[in-house]
Each structure stands twice: as structure tokens, then as C-alpha cells.
């Protein structure tokens, strides 16, 4: 016993000494029983009585603290029990146990038996009931145990001498639970244990408040399992996507998924949305911030999600709430008519009012007149014309300030009103404003004009004759001759001028019949086309059909005399047809036709063969390429594998005996027949490319085994690898050069109606003088003949990195597309053959091009190269440059190398643009950084004054038609700058 009074003195002064700072617990942990923290007594069940004991000590700040002991360590046989209150779980499926205790050295105790034990027993018994039968009938195949306890340090009778006696932690989890509660039991075998504190806790992720969406305290499961929580949106926002988050067994929240963003009228201030302040507008839930209301509207009160129109003003049903509000425009101005007998051109000034608004077209009213001239505006005498005249190219809804009115009544007076129209027209209450022109027929012109075919030449020309009209109608300017082939009208035709009455017409088909019509323009004007002469080329080399030496004279009336003016009709739009003096319904850059001294010459052009045109594919390969004896090839070395084979490197011997490096794919053995036609169609393919920067094809091995073909050796093989290699070791002239090469092998392919379809990097070769030749044909398809027609595929891979949206979307390829892969391999080189996209995988490539996002600019990229990349990369097809124009830029780049030296990555802001820099206009501002053809998408949006353009966002400037991914990075860094000259700090 007097072993027993020693500890029990000292060990409370222990626990005084070394336990006071532990009651700061985490957040995400809910403690059930905190011992330490009890105002009493715990008033815990022990038995035996003698077991057991519950001492009160002060600590530091004189709080009691209440712990249990016990040290029978001199009796044998022990078992005492001490068993807590029922300790409600409150939901939790898994608690935690902290027990903190000190334990005596059995060795340190002089005359202790060789039952003295170190360690001691945790159990637990779960229960419905706060009341539990008493330990005396306790039998421990009732209690759960949890562990058995020992000390990782003990202190001994030294240690109490000096008062630095250790405390052990020991952690114990309780998992599966599902009863109201639980009891903790300890029992003691033998040992001289102090249980300094017990605290019984819980995890929790804690409350939580991510992408607006509020996520509640939640009780971790049970078993390590994840608990998916769904949040709540904050006051104020909406779901964009269900928010939700995972709690984790350790109280962590993991996993974000969707968001919730603030509704229309409100914006996101730290964590919640604040509503919109007066002036300012949200429309959608999409935007990010409010933003100034635009002008001429006006929003008086928090919340707006739209800016209301001043009075006068409106906004159409369909424009965009960032839109400012525009009025109707005025009347148009300075009307002038030019009458042409029974016709009459109407021309006038745009209104000088738009009303702020670039959707105006005009309508023209037409009423027909009795009595003279002078009243002609009255209403009593006009009724409206009907459907008796023609109106080119329409009577409403004209996009240009000019129409062609025809078969007019003659010596008829009429009324033309002219209004001007825009989007909110309708929505005015206002009267029209219109302008009114009086105008008056004459009489048709019937003098008549012969035409006379004076002869025929050869089989490519004709030569035509014709008596001008009567002197009395005017003196001859010019004649104009009109002709097309039979039943292409519609198509093309050419006009030519002469001021001789015959010409000669060369450039003709053989055997074709053409269409001619001629009428004289005087110094009154052009007369008519009155008859048209049917024509028809030689088949064989002769003057004229029949008698060489008959002449055919065919006689027609034609209306030729006088009219008022020159300016009238020089080309009609007639079906969609266009007319020109030089080249008829051509690509703007293929010069189909020339016009030289009165004559027409049609040029030769090369157009690509399909090989699966041929019925016979053996055929195609026959055409298109040579067979090489294979006595004549000598393979050195393996530098490859392709699709159907091994690739190497030999020697060919020509037929002058002199021997060249060559590139030999073979067909590898046991192949089907169709794949031998698979293979030798990229040979029928390459043989009909001539040009310095396409592979050159040297012939085929098709009369024995294997089946090769045979290409110029290009020594740095691929692009890709071969940039990879000299990684930054080329000047900026030299890559610039390999991708004039690159443009000018797919400007050939092109004008050839050639598509490649896998332009990259890694199918351009490199030879040793740098030049770069376009290879790989495989995947390669024809265009038809018509220049807006596609090839579709049946299916089959993508290279999707490299491949223009409308291609992956619906599988068709254009010269476009491929001028849209041009752009990702020039940006390979800049890169020296960096992997465009980098790790996205191809549905976020897909997703990302989408939205909007381009390939930025590399490191040390040159501006101008850049933006022919963004230029190549734009979304409609029909804005991309063609090859052609992509040589010429790269040719002015070279002759011009200081173009180069401004680098995308350092052009922007060395000096940031702030009105203190000189900018004190929006309009200046964006002189400043060279972004002024932005100047009207600004002003229509509402953003007048540098104050208002810093709230503008990404999504603000797609609305506004900045859709150019390298102008918005351009535009927004500039408005950071401004953000951080007036101390504002927005997120765009």
C-alpha cells in the first residue's frame, strides 16, 4: 500500500506538468466525450470498489481535472473494470478513441510479484439503452475489444523524483457502428496505469462553400468509403451543372465536380453574388461580370439584367443585350435617275443617319403617273405600279444604293419613293422617311443593226462582221460582242470590245457551238441585244463550213440606236450569272482567261486523275509511272517501316549509267491484291506531280517481287525528327524558308484540285540542302471539278491535331482544310517539332477548337508568323488565306527580314497602355495596340469611355465578333494593364 500512495500523489502532478495543451482540436473532428473537459465528476461504473480510483487535480489555470488510476501491482489475480456513460455516436458510423495515460515500469517497483503487467485492455459494447446492467455481472464475451494498450514510454521511481515522467497517446478507430451508442470499458490485469484524459470523437468534412455552391457538414462513412455530397447553390446563383463533392474517411472534401453561377442581374464577389449596381447590367448567367450598360439605354436599379432604351430608341428582338440601342435611319439622300428608254437606274446616297446601326437596306415604291411631269407627285393621279415592272436585282430589302428598273411603260411618268430600313424599323412609331424621284419613259429605239458572219477560221477561231446602226442614231463608240458556249449561259461567258465592226475570236473548242451577240454603244449610249448568231467550230482544219471559199451571210435585226447615257448597262446579273471583260466566273486567283487585243486564249491546265477513276488500277501505274528494271536498283540499308513494308536507302543506275541515291518502298510478302493496288496508287498518285517541293517519284518495280517504289532520297528524312534534332540551331530566315517550301509544294497541289488530307510535320522530308518536299499521299483525295465540292469520306482515322474542324465534323476535305494543317506545321517548325496541343487528348482538341481556342504563339515566334497562323486557323473556310497568298507573304516576309524581329511573346506591353501613356479614348487605346478594326465592335457594345473597358471579359469580347484568339489574349492583356493603372483589380 505504500507503494500505492506514492503513485497516487505523483501522478497527478505528472499529468499537471505535461497534458494542459491538448484540448485544440481540429476542425473537420467532433468529439463525442472530452474528458478533460468534464466540470465534474465523470462518474464512471468501477469494480471491484477497490480497483478503480478517480482522482481531481488542479491544472496550470486552476481548472479541475478528473483522471483514473489504479496500482494493485502487489496483489496477483487481478481484473478490474471501468466502464464510461453511454456516449452517443450522433450518426456517426466510425469513431475514433484517444486514450492518454502514463504507466509504471514493473521493474522499477521493489517486491512486486512476477504478476506485474504493463499493459491493460479496450473494449466496447454498443447499446440502444442510456442505462447498462452493472459491471459486477460483467462478462467480457459481451464487450467488443478493441486492443490491448502498452506504453511506448514508462517512468519509474527516478523519474518521479525527478517529475519528468512520460505520456503515452495511444489511437484506437471504432468502424460499423449503428446503435444509439456505445460504452468504452478498461480493463486492468496488474499494471500501475494513470488515464490521464479519454477523448471518444468523430470525422467530418466541415462546412464548405466552392464554385458557389455551399456543401454542408457531413459525417464521414464508414470503412474508408467516400460520401458524395450534393451541394446547394448560394443565394442568388443557379446550377450551370449539379454541384458535387466527395467526403473523404479523413474530413477532407475531394473531387469538385460541376458549378453553380450567379443568376442574371448578379455578379461573383468573393465566394457569393452581389447584384448588379445601378448603371450596370448582367443578361446572362453565363457572364461573368456586370457590365456598363450600352448606349442609349439606361438601368436605374440594382439587379439589372437588362439595360433599358432611352426613349427614341429600341432594340430588335434579335440583338444581343450587350448591343446598344439604335433609332431608325434617316431618309436616304441625293436620289438621281438615268433613264434608258423603257429603263431606268435609281442610284442614291446611304441616309446620313444609320441610326447606329450597320443592317440598313433600302425599298423602293414605284407609282404610275397621269398628266404632266410637274404633276407627277400627285396622289390623286398615281396608282401603284403593280406587278408590271422588273426590278434588278430586287425591289426591297436592297443591300446597295442602286436598282435597274425595266419594262416600264413608255411616255409614262413615274414616282419612285426610296426609304431606308434598319433592324428596329418596325418598332418606331415614327413615319417613314423617304425620298421621292419623278422620272419619264420614251419611246424604244427601232433602228436596226446587220450582222453578217464574213467567215470561218480553222478550229479554234471564228471571224465576225456587222453593219453599225443608222448614222441618225449616233455616232459609234464601241461594239461589244457577247458569246458562251451552247447551253452554258449560265456558267461563264466572255464580253469583248472592239471599236472595228469585225473581230476575230480565237481560244475556241473544236467542234463546239458557241453563242455570239454584239450591240453598239454610242455617244447615247448602248442599244440592245436583239438576236443572237449560232456558231459552230470546224472538226478538221478549214476556212469555213462548206465552199472554202463561199462566205455565209446570215442576216439579223438587232436593236441597236440611240440611248442617254454610257453608265447604263455594261453587265447584268441575270440567274447568279456573272460577266467580265477579262476571265469568266474564275477562283479569284486562277487566271482562266485572258484578254489580249480583242482575242480570248484559254490556257493549258494540268488537273489531278484519281487512280480509282481507272477501271483498270494497273492501268493508272502504267500512265503515270516508269518501270524500272530491277537489275538497275541496289539496296544499301533499312532506314524505315511503312504501311505496306520496309523503306530504304540504295543506288538506281539511269540509263546515261550515272548512279543516284534513292528511297525504296517494297511491298512485303504475302500480300492480297488489293493491297498491292493500295500501294502502287500513291506511285499513280506522285507521277503526276512535277515541282520542287513535292518527293519526286523515279519509277515503280511491278514485274517482280517484291513490288517497289522508288523516290528521290531526301538525306534529313523526316521534319519532325529533324527539328527535333537541331532544336533551336536554325535562324528565323531559314525556317521561314522551309515553310515557303511547304506552301509553295501545296499551292502546286491545290491549283491541281489536289487535297493531301495528313499535311504534318512528320509527312514533310528534308533533303541536305534544307529544302522541304511534301510526301505521303496515302490518305490524299480529288476534288470534283466544281470548286466548292468536297470529298467525303467513308470513314477511317483523323489525324485530329492536324485537321480542320469541318473535316473532323463532317468529313469532307478542301484545299481550305488543308491550308487550316498548313498552319499547325508551320507552327511545328517555330516549335522545332513540338507536339501540338501537348498531353490534351483529341475530344478536349476537339472541344477547345470549338469554343474558340488557338495554338499560342512558341517561344521567340514572330508576330506576322503568328497571325498567318491565326489566319489559317479561322473558323469559315472561305476566310482562310489560299496557298498562293501564303507564298506571297512568305516571300515579302523574306525579302523584308525586320518584319520578323517584333516577337508574339514579347510584343505586348513592354510599356503598358494607360490614359497617363497617351491614350485618352477607347479609340486611341486601340490605335495604341494596334487592334482599331475593333473600334465599331467596341462603340456598338456600349464601351465608350477607358473607365468602361475594364469590366470587359473573354466571353464579352466573343459577343462583341473578337473571335481571333491571339487579338482577345492581345486586347485582355492590355486591359490587366489598365486594371492595374487605376487599382482595380477584375478578372477577365
Not at 478513441?97 to 479496450?122: A, H, Q, Y
Not at 467516400?226 to 446550377?239: S, W
Not at 525586320?898 to 479614348?921: H, R
Not at 490587366?976 to 477584375?986: E, Y
Request: proline share 5%; glycine share 8%.
Amino acid at each position: 500500500m505504500a507503494l500505492f500512495r506514492i503513485y497516487s500523489f505523483l501522478a497527478p502532478f505528472h499529468i499537471l506538468v505535461l497534458c494542459q495543451a491538448l484540448r485544440n482540436y481540429p476542425d473537420n473532428e467532433v468529439t463525442l466525450l472530452d474528458s478533460m473537459s468534464a466540470p465534474g465528476d465523470l462518474g464512471w461504473e468501477a469494480y471491484p470498489p477497490e480497483g478503480w480510483e478517480e482522482i481531481s487535480v488542479m491544472d496550470e489555470r486552476n481548472i479541475p481535472m478528473r483522471t483514473y488510476q489504479v496500482c494493485n501491482v502487489m496483489e496477483a489475480n487481478q481484473n478490474n473494470w471501468l466502464r464510461t456513460g453511454l456516449i452517443q455516436r450522433e450518426g456517426a458510423q466510425r469513431v475514433y478513441v484517444e486514450i492518454k495515460f502514463t504507466l509504471r515500469d514493473c521493474n522499477s517497483l521493489p517486491g512486486v510479484p512476477g504478476t506485474c503487467k504493463e499493459t491493460f485492455n479496450v473494449y466496447y459494447h454498443e447499446s440502444n439503452n442510456a442505462v447498462a446492467a452493472p459491471l459486477r455481472h460483467i462478462r467480457e464475451s459481451q464487450y467488443v475489444k478493441i486492443d490491448t494498450i502498452a506504453a511506448d514510454e514508462s517512468f519509474t521511481q527516478t523519474d518521479v523524483g525527478d517529475r519528468v515522467m512520460k505520456l503515452n497517446t495511444e489511437v484506437r478507430d471504432i468502424s460499423g457502428l449503428s446503435k444509439r451508442g456505445l460504452y468504452l470499458a478498461f480493463q486492468d490485469l496488474g499494471a500501475c496505469i494513470a488515464l490521464v484524459s479519454l477523448r471518444v470523437f468523430y470525422k467530418r468534412c466541415p462546412l464548405a462553400v466552392l464554385n458557389l455552391a455551399r456543401f454542408p457538414d457531413t459525417v464521414t462513412g464508414g470503412d474508408s468509403a467516400l460520401v458524395e455530397v450534393r451541394g446547394t447553390c448560394v443565394e442568388d446563383a443557379e446550377e450551370l451543372e449539379a454541384p458535387r463533392m466527395f467526403c473523404s474517411a479523413d474530413g477532407g472534401w475531394l473531387v469538385p465536380i460541376g458549378r453553380c453561377v450567379c443568376r442574371p442581374g448578379f455578379e461573383e464577389v468573393d465566394g457569393h453574388c452581389q447584384p448588379c449596381r445601378s448603371g450596370f447590367y448582367k443578361a446572362s448567367a453565363m457572364d461573368a461580370y456586370c457590365v456598363k450598360c450600352p448606349p442609349h439605354s439606361y438601368s436605374h436599379q440594382d439587379k439589372a439584367s437588362e439595360c433599358v432604351c432611352e426613349r427614341g430608341f429600341y432594340r430588335a428582338e434579335l440583338d444581343p443585350r450587350s448591343m446598344a440601342c439604335t433609332r431608325p435611319p434617316s431618309a436616304p439622300g441625293n436620289p438621281i435617275s438615268m433613264v434608258n428608254e423603257t429603263a431606268v437606274t435609281l442610284e442614291w446616297s446611304p441616309p446620313r443617319e444609320s441610326g447606329g446601326r450597320g443592317d440598313v437596306s433600302y425599298s423602293v415604291h414605284c407609282r404610275k403617273c397621269s398628266g404632266e411631269p410637274g404633276a407627277a407627285g400627285d396622289s390623286e393621279k398615281c396608282v401603284p405600279c403593280g406587278s408590271g415592272p422588273h426590278f434588278n436585282p430586287r425591289q426591297f430589302g436592297l443591300t446597295h444604293p442602286r436598282v435597274l428598273v425595266t419594262e416600264l411603260q413608255p411616255h409614262t411618268n413615274y414616282t419612285f419613293s426610296i426609304e431606308a430600313l434598319n433592324g428596329v424599323s418596325d418598332l418606331s412609331p415614327s413615319p417613314r422617311q423617304l425620298v421621292s424621284v419623278n422620272v419619264t419613259t420614251s419611246q424604244t429605239d427601232k433602228s436596226q443593226m446587220s450582222v453578217i458572219l464574213k467567215e470561218r477560221k480553222g478550229t479554234d477561231s471564228v471571224t465576225l462582221a456587222w453593219q453599225g446602226p443608222e448614222p441618225s442614231d449616233g455616232t459609234v463608240v464601241e461594239y461589244e460582242v457577247t458569246y458562251y458556249e451552247k447551253n452554258q449561259q449560265d456558267q461563264n461567258y466572255t464580253v469583248l470590245k472592239t471599236k472595228s465592226n469585225s473581230m476575230t475570236v480565237d481560244g475556241l473548242k473544236p467542234g463546239t457551238t458557241y453563242i455570239f451577240r454584239i450591240r453598239a454603244r454610242t455617244d447615247g449610249g448602248y442599244g440592245n441585244y436583239r438576236g443572237e448568231i449560232e456558231l459552230e467550230t470546224s472538226h478538221e482544219d478549214m476556212l469555213a463550213v462548206g465552199d472554202p471559199n463561199q462566205q455565209t451571210i446570215l442576216a439579223i435585226s438587232v436593236a441597236g440606236g440611240a440611248v442617254l447615257l454610257v453608265l447604263l448597262v455594261a453587265c447584268f446579273v441575270v440567274s447568279g450569272r456573272r460577266c467580265g471583260y477579262i476571265k469568266a466566273k474564275q477562283d479569284p486567283e486562277e487566271e482562266k482567261m485572258q484578254f489580249q487585243h480583242g482575242r480570248v486564249k484559254l490556257p493549258e491546265t494540268r488537273t489531278y486523275i484519281h487512280p480509282h477513276t481507272y477501271e483498270d488500277p494497273n492501268q493508272a501505274v502504267r500512265d503515270f509511272a516508269k518501270e524500272i528494271e530491277v537489275s538497275n536498283i541496289r539496296i544499301e540499308r533499312v532506314i524505315g517501316a511503312g504501311e505496306f513494308g520496309e523503306v530504304c536507302s540504295g543506288r538506281l543506275r539511269l540509263p546515261s549509267k550515272r548512279e543516284i541515291q534513292v528511297a525504296i518502298k517494297s511491298l512485303k510478302a504475302g500480300y492480297s491484291e488489293q493491297q498491292r493496288r493500295d500501294f502502287l496508287s500513291e506511285a499513280s498518285i506522285m507521277g503526276q506531280f512535277d515541282h520542287p517541293n513535292i518527293i519526286r517519284l523515279e519509277g515503280v518495280v511491278t514485274r517482280c517481287k517484291p513490288v517497289m517504289i522508288v523516290t528521290e532520297y531526301m538525306e534529313n528524312g523526316s521534319l519532325d525528327s529533324f527539328l527535333k534534332k537541331h532544336d533551336g540551331q536554325f535562324t528565323v530566315i531559314q525556317l521561314v524558308g522551309m515553310m515557303r517550301g511547304i506552301a509553295a509544294g501545296m499551292q502546286y497541289l491545290s491549283e491541281m484540285n489536289y487535297v493531301h488530307r495528313d499535311l504534318a510535320a512528320r509527312n514533310i522530308l528534308v533533303n541536305g540542302n534544307l529544302v522541304c518536299k511534301v510526301s505521303d499521299f496515302g490518305l490524299s483525295r480529288v476534288l470534283e471539278d466544281d470548286p466548292e465540292a468536297a470529298y467525303t469520306t467513308r470513314g477511317g482515322k483523323i489525324p485530329i491535331r492536324w485537321t480542320a474542324p469541318e473535316a473532323i465534323t463532317y468529313r469532307k476535305f478542301t484545299s481550305a482544310s488543308d491550308v487550316w494543317s498548313y498552319g499547325i506545321v508551320m507552327w511545328e517548325v517555330i516549335s522545332y517539332g513540338e507536339r501540338p496541343y501537348w498531353e490534351m487528348s483529341n475530344q478536349d482538341v476537339i472541344k477547345a477548337i470549338d469554343e474558340g481556342y488557338r495554338l499560342p504563339a512558341p517561344m521567340d515566334c514572330p508576330v506576322v508568323l503568328h497571325q498567318l497562323m491565326l489566319d489559317c486557323w479561322e473558323k469559315n473556310r472561305s476566310d482562310r488565306p489560299k496557298f498562293g497568298q501564303i507564298v506571297n507573304t512568305l516571300d515579302r516576309l523574306i525579302r523584308n527580314p525586320s518584319s520578323l524581329k517584333q516577337l508574339a511573346n514579347t510584343a505586348v506591353w513592354e510599356d503598358p497602355v494607360t490614359p497617363e501613356a497617351g491614350a485618352s479614348t477607347v479609340e486611341d487605346w486601340l490605335d495604341l495596340i494596334k487592334m482599331g478594326q475593333y473600334k465599331e465592335h467596341f462603340s456598338s457594345a456600349g464601351y465608350v469611355t477607358l473607365d468602361s473597358v475594364l469590366y470587359v471579359s473573354a466571353s464579352e469580347l466573343d459577343k462583341m465578333g473578337v473571335a481571333l484568339a491571339g487579338h482577345q489574349k492581345k486586347i485582355l492583356s492590355s486591359i490587366q494593364c489598365l486594371q492595374t493603372q487605376h487599382g482595380t483589380q477584375v478578372q477577365v
